[in-house]
């Protein structure tokens, strides 16, 4: 089993920033990306930013140039660094990992969440 644990939500004025993170741990051979999601109610959830092993990064096209998404392999940690945070931004996040188990398959794991309110 693969465990996460997010830290780093909290309400934040607009304009403002809050920063992310997420550790995996437990039963992991190798991290194969890791990734934020979002889910604001009564909406689905959506992607807002994914990273893989190699640094390769994706984001939302409504949060290019005011998130980063970056990792630290050696810890299995990955962070979400976000500036300019608009009303629109209040959901709750959510880390997403794929590890594999080095036989040759894969798996997907969520974190129980972390909630966002950009407010005044």
């Known amino acids: 089993q693969v465990q996460l644990v997010e830290s780093g939500g909290g309400l934040v004025q607009p304009g403002g920033s809050l920063r992310l993170s997420c550790a995996a741990s437990?039963?992991?051979?190798?991290?194969?990306?890791m990734a934020w999601y979002r889910q604001a109610p009564g909406k689905q959830r959506e992607l807002v930013a994914s990273i893989t092993s190699g640094g390769s990064t994706t984001y939302a096209d409504s949060v290019k140039g005011r998130f980063t998404i970056s990792r630290t392999n050696a810890k299995n940690t990955v962070y979400l660094q976000m500036n300019s945070l608009k009303p629109e931004d209040t959901a709750v996040y959510y880390c997403?990992?794929?590890?594999?188990?080095?036989?040759?398959?894969?798996?997907?794991?969520w974190g129980q969440g972390t909630q966002v309110t950009v407010s005044s």
């Open positions: 997403y990992t794929i590890v594999g188990d080095g036989f040759g398959s894969t798996r997907g794991y």
């Open positions: 437990g039963s992991i051979f190798r991290v194969v990306s």
